[in-house]
C-alpha cells in the first residue's frame, strides 16, 4: 500500500457515507458547555465517543481531571517507536448553545441534516466536524499502512467553549506525558472554503467592561440637563479616545511597532472573503496602509461588543445614573499581554477619563502566539498539503479568533501548525451551522496525506 492508495481511501470512506455516520453520531449529543443542565452529557461524549474510536486504534486512554476545570479530559496515545517523531493532537467535544428555536425550519442542531448543498449541524464546523477528520484520517492511515509510523498523542477537551478552565494547569502538571515534537490540530476557519490553510497561532483576546456610576438614580433631564454630568456621554467620548472614527486603535502600547517582514510576505497573497455570505469588507475601516489580510491577521483591532446607558426598552426623560460597555481587544505578538490593562488605565487618566472604571469579565484572557512562518514544520505540512491537493496552501501567521494555543506553545514548548477544516461563512456560534461536505471530503484527503507523511521519514527534527 502506499499513500496513493491511502488518499483513496480516505475519498472512499467518505464517498460511502461512512464518514458522515461517524459525524452524525457525534453531532447528536448535545454537549453544550455553557449550559450547567449538560453538565453530564459532557463525559458521555468522551466516554460513548472518543475513547472506543482511540482504543480501537490502538490508543491507551485516560481520563483526566483537574480542580479547575468543569468537565473531564481524554487523553490517548500510541507510542510505537521512542525513536519516531510524536506527534501531538488536539480538539474539543463541547460547543455552545444549540439555539433550537432560531434555525431555519426542517433543520436542529442536534441532527445532521443536508440542505441545499451543505451538512447542518452543532459542532460540524465547531469542533466536532474537524476532529473527527482528524481521527478518520488516522484511522485510514493505520488501516492502509499497518502502523502510523510515528507516535500519537491526543487531548480531547470538553471546556472550550467556557475558557478552557483548567487546560493550562492541566498542561503544567503533565509536562511529560505530552511532551512531543509538534502540535498539529484541527480548529478555526481556512482562508476561504476553496484554500486549504495552515495557521500558526492565534491572535490574543481581552474582554473589559468599562463603566461610569455617576450617582445613585436618574434625575428628570428637565430639571437638571446642564447641571449634572451624564454618565453615557462621558463614556462615549472615553471610548473615542481608544479607537479613531474608523477603527485605528489610539492607546500606543496596544500596537505592535511594526508588521515583520516574513508575516507581510506569506499573507501578500491572502485574500479575505467571507464567501456569499459573508460581510462586505471596508477598505477604509482600520489600520490604514495595511491590506485587509494583513489588518485581521498581522495587527490588533478594538471592538466594542455592547453598549447600555438609561433604559434602551422603555427610554425615559431622565439622565441616567450610569454607563457601561463590554469592550473587546484582539492584538497579536509583539504587544506586551500584561501592560494591557495598565496601560488602558494610563491611557484613560491621561485623557480626564479618571472616573471610567476598568472590570476584567469571566472569559479568560487569550495570550498571542505565532510560530514563525519561516520554521521547517511549516514548509512540510505545505508540501504535505500540497502534494495532496495540487492548489497553493494559503499561510496564516495567526487566526483571527483566539484560541489557548499559548498552552501548547508557552507550556509545553512546542511548534504549533493547524490545519483548520472549515470557512469564515460557517456560522460558527450562531444558528445553522454548518460546513460544504466537499471541504469535509478535502479536509480527509488532506489529513490522510499529512499522517502518511509523516509516517514516511523525512519530517523536521526539533
Known sequence: ????????????????????????????????????????????????????????????????????????????????????????????????RGLEPEWLPGLSPWTLTESQGRWYGRGIADNK??????????????????????????LIEMGEETGSPGLRELCEANRDLFKADVLIASDGPRLS??????FLGARGSLNVDLSIEARAGGHHSGNWGGLISNPGIQLAHAISTLVSPTGQIRVPEWRPKALPASVRRVLADCEVDGGADGPTIEPDWGEPGLSPAERVFGWCSFEVLAYKTG??????????????????????????????????????????????????????????????PDNP????????????????????????????????????????????????????????????????????????GLYWDMGAGGAPTR
Not at 461517524?22 to 452529557?41: F, K, W, Y
Not at 502502523?147 to 500519537?152: D, I, Q, S
Not at 431622565?318 to 501592560?339: E, K
Open 129 to 154: 466536524g474537524q476532529h473527527a477528520v482528524n481521527l478518520e484520517a488516522l484511522r485510514i492511515v493505520l488501516q492502509t499502512r499497518g502502523r502510523l509510523g510515528f507516535n500519537a498523542k491526543y
Open 193 to 198: 472554503a476553496q484554500r486549504p490553510t495552515v
Open 377 to 448: 514544520w511549516v514548509d512540510w505540512t505545505v508540501a504535505s498539503l500540497q502534494q495532496t491537493c495540487g492548489k497553493k496552501i494559503a499561510i496564516l501567521p495567526n487566526l483571527g479568533g483566539s484560541l489557548p494555543n499559548d498552552i501548547f506553545t508557552d507550556v509545553l514548548g512546542l511548534p504549533t501548525v493547524w490545519v483548520p477544516h472549515s470557512y469564515p461563512g460557517c456560522s460558527q456560534h450562531a444558528p445553522n451551522e454548518h460546513l460544504p461536505p466537499e471541504l469535509l471530503r478535502e479536509a480527509l484527503r488532506l489529513m490522510t
Open 1 to 96: 500500500m502506499n499513500r496513493t492508495q491511502a488518499v483513496e481511501q480516505a475519498e472512499q470512506c467518505f464517498d460511502s457515507g461512512a464518514f458522515r455516520q461517524v459525524l452524525a453520531r457525534r453531532i447528536a449529543i448535545p454537549t453544550e458547555s455553557q449550559n450547567p443542565d449538560r453538565a453530564e452529557v459532557l463525559p458521555q461524549y468522551l466516554e460513548a465517543e472518543m475513547r472506543p474510536a482511540f482504543e480501537a486504534m490502538g490508543f491507551t486512554c485516560r481520563i483526566l481531571t483537574h480542580p479547575k476545570a468543569r468537565a473531564p479530559f481524554l487523553y490517548a496515545e500510541r507510542i510505537e517507536d521512542a525513536a519516531l517523531p510524536t506527534v501531538l493532537g488536539y480538539g474539543h467535544g463541547d460547543v455552545i
Open 311 to 372: 433604559n434602551p426598552e422603555t427610554p425615559v426623560n431622565a439622565i441616567p445614573p450610569r454607563a457601561w460597555a463590554r469592550c473587546q481587544l484582539r492584538f497579536v505578538v509583539g504587544v506586551d499581554p500584561d501592560d494591557l490593562l495598565p496601560a488602558l488605565r494610563r491611557h484613560l487618566d491621561r485623557e480626564g477619563y479618571p472616573m471610567v472604571q476598568i472590570q476584567t469579565t469571566r472569559e479568560t484572557m487569550f495570550r498571542a502566539t505565532r510560530l514563525d
